[in-house]
């Protein structure tokens, strides 16, 4: 409260001289227009005693003042509103000046229509600052079709390794490629067409949910939405809603459950249907039962598609083509789950000490009544 009424008065003093000047200028202004009337009437009554002038004509010659008064007020009200924008429109231009992260050659090629999805990182390296490389000289390949488990502790660099696949940044040194392309030859736009992301913190749009859900397919049939909706375990809970798949959701989707958002964050990308998957913690927020049951839909959508997951269940870890363990942005042991704990390496410490979780039965609605009643 001390601080606030502090601020308050150094804001009225800065304000006082400005507001003051402000009034003088508007009380002149609307006495010159006032007894500019006046005196147009005080004139035009004395002419009229000589016979000089009809009133017809004074009339006239009011409305014809009050014009111009009006159009004068109108300049000084856009001089006066330009003084007041000046710090908005700065920050307009600011924004339209920002220099883009990403180049993109003029009419670069899009990506082939019938991608395959092999994906290779080649001697990648990239920090956020180039003090402090997050990522140091990673190298892999996954084949079209396969998958990809990325582990490792945390900040060590997994989200960010593929941020840069789907471009958010460019590596600063080496390359990636997808079917042998390097994806800095390509147009940023058909490059991420191709890939479905579900992000560690989902973020949604001041939309409809179905708006939201058709991001990355616009041309979905509300027929798709649904299907979507429902393997992702998002259906019944969108349903009962007030206005169903109409429902605003607030700015970056604060008025939705973290296992909601994520829920509609997975229909999205089931939407999507793109040739490479990504999936980010997809499921942290959800509970073991909910978990267990959209499981089922993503491996089926994982079926066929190049996908990178980064999870904490035993069976996708397990499951994966290839296991990549990162530490400190570096790509320590690959391999598949067996080879890596015969390995006794980090990996098998992470496995040891319970950074995967097993997988829970999977229940129906009911079953979980059932164990909440029985406790
Ligand atoms: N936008 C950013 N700007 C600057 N540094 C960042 C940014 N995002 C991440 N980092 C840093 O990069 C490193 C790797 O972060 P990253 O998010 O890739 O880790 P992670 O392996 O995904 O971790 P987690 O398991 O917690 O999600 C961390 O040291 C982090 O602080
Ligand atoms: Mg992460």
Known sequence: MKAIREMMKRVLQAQYPVLRGWAWLSVANRAASTLTIVAIFAMGAQLNAKGEITVGGIVTFVNFAMMQIGKLEQFAGFISGLFFQTHSLSDFFCVLDTKEVLHEKPGAPLLPADLKGEVVFDNVSFGYEASHPALKHLSFKVPAGGTAALVGPTGAGKTTALSLLYRAYDPSAGRITIDGI????????????????????????????????????PEASDAELEAAAQAAEAHNFIIVKPEGYSTLVAERGRSLSGGERQRLSIARAMLKDAPILILDEATSALDNATEARIQRALNALTQNRTTFVIA?????????????????????????????????????ELDRGGKFVADAQEALPGDLEDVLVTG
């Open 312 to 348: 904490h269940r035993l069976s996708t870890v397990r499951n994966a083509g290839v296991i990549l363990v990162l530490k400190d942005g570096q790509l320590v042991e690959q391999g598949r789950y067996d080879e890596l704990v015969a390995l006794g390496g980090l990996f098998a």
């Open 182 to 217: 390097d994806i800095r030859e390509v147009s940023v736009n058909s490059l991420r067409e191709h890939i479905a992301v579900v992000f560690q913190d989902p973020g949604l749009f001041y939309r409809s949910i179905a708006d939201n859900l058709r991001i990355g397919n």
